[in-house]
């Protein structure tokens, strides 16, 4: 994994809007209708233009844009068995608790369609081909675009059971302990094919008002600690420096005023295996976090991808802001060890995306003129901070 050592490199959480015709085929497939003869074709042009274009505004580490992928976690059911049905969305706590704010969201289209499938028998591996096909895509797309390094989403088994209750496993451990199994041939897979393996997993953060709404926070970071254990159990056979995660509260306008706070998170997520952590570092509810790192002791080996632009907003911070977020966590834990990257994605589920898709790349080049300021800034002094 690239390290900023001579700049402030950029990077994104992995999922870009995508096209309507790239939807049709998504949709299509959820919907088990007849592919069309170019699905295939559709999807690989797709790959090769956002990777183009991440490389063309100026991001150094670039990512397939999840262009194959109705969503982040639900896509785990076209590759493992055991998954059918549908499940009715539960909202977040912040936003039971205004109905009227909820039921603005869905009028208004700010809430994603798609299906859920819930585990109904044993998970398994059952089919490999859409995985060779993302990486088959990426590959023939790197190679035309030349980025400096190249990255692939996969799901957490926690943010798979998450969005996929359980009604097969006699025990939540149990399912998790599945999950993990059946994933990790993908997270070898990514990693074989020469690129950067991220994890999804903000079961870590959302989970605490979404699934365990119910339990103490205490009673959170244990079941939060488990998720980690078992996702680095299926990390057993990759390189910690190939694996970045992404931790999150939830990609969706609403009052977070349920969040476990990240100082309350941190020691539990810092035993993930995963160098790299990505975390929410833009919006009005976690910005302020950056001072926790602090009174943080952060293992030597770690490097902090925080988000230094919004995914919930139109509005395009101005480089000189995502320039000052940058250098005030340098300043704590040192340049070298600071990526700047987006607080979410801008393409969370196909079809669906509170950020227009041209002022998601503005915002993403407001993220590299903003590192160059910083890198400008912070190699100006002759020793990095600490």
């Known amino acids: 994994m690239q390290r900023s050592t001579d700049r402030i490199l950029t990077t994104h959480v992995g999922s870009l809007p995508r096209t309507q015709a790239v939807t049709d085929v998504l949709f299509a497939r959820a919907g088990g209708m007849p592919e069309e003869a170019d699905a295939a074709a559709t999807i690989a042009k797709a790959v090769k233009e956002v990777v183009r274009r991440q490389v063309d505004v100026g991001i150094d580490v670039v990512s397939d844009g999840e262009m194959s992928k109705i969503s982040y976690a639900t896509y785990v059911s076209e590759r493992l068995s055991g998954f059918d049905g549908d499940t009715p969305r ?22 994603a369609k798609y299906r859920r499938p819930r585990c109904v028998g044993p998970v398994q591996v059952k089919d490999t081909r859409p ?4 990486l088959e895509n990426l590959q023939a ?7 400096l390094e190249t990255f692939m989403n996969a799901a957490s088994p926690g943010v798979v059971a998450l969005f996929q209750p359980n009604d097969f496993y006699r025990t939540g451990d149990q399912y998790l302990e599945a999950l993990a199994e059946a994933l990790r041939s993908e997270y070898e897979a990514i990693v074989a094919a020469g690129f950067l393996l991220q994890i999804d997993a903000p079961d870590l953060g959302m989970g605490r008002h979404t699934l365990y709404r ?8 244990v079941l939060a600690a488990r998720h980690i254990e ?5 990390l057993r056979n990759v390189p910690a420096d190939r694996v970045r995660m992404h931790v999150c509260w939830g990609n969706y306008e609403g009052p977070h005023h349920h ?10 997520v810092l035993r993930a295996k995963p160098q790299a952590l990505l ?21 030597d080996e770690k490097i902090l991808i925080p988000g230094v632009i919004s995914s919930t907003t139109n509005y395009v911070e101005h480089p000189l802001l995502v320039a000052e977020r940058l250098e005030r966590l340098a300043g704590l834990v040192g340049r070298e060890r600071v990526i700047g990257g987006s607080d979410c994605g801008y393409g969370t589920f196909a079809g669906f995306g509170p950020v227009e898709p041209d002022i998601a790349y503005l915002k993403l080049a407001a993220l590299v003129e903003g590192a160059r300021i910083a890198s400008a800034r912070l190699w100006r002094s002759r020793a990095s901070p600490r």
């Not at 969040?259 to 539990?268: E, G, H, K, N, T």
């Open 90 to 111: 539960e909202p977040g706590q912040d936003l039971v608790e205004f109905p009227g704010l909820l039921k603005k969201l869905a009028e208004r289209g700010a809430t």
């Open 131 to 134: 995985l060779a096909a993302d």
């Open 141 to 147: 797309a790197s190679l035309a675009a030349a980025p």
């Open 214 to 221: 119910d339990r103490t926070e205490e009673e959170f970071t």
């Open 230 to 234: 078992v996702l680095n159990h299926a």
């Open 259 to 268: 969040d476990i706070p990240l100082a309350r998170l941190l020691p539990v």
């Open 279 to 299: 975390f929410e570092a833009a919006n009005p509810r976690h910005a302020h976090e950056w001072a926790v790192f602090q009174d943080v002791s952060l293992p």
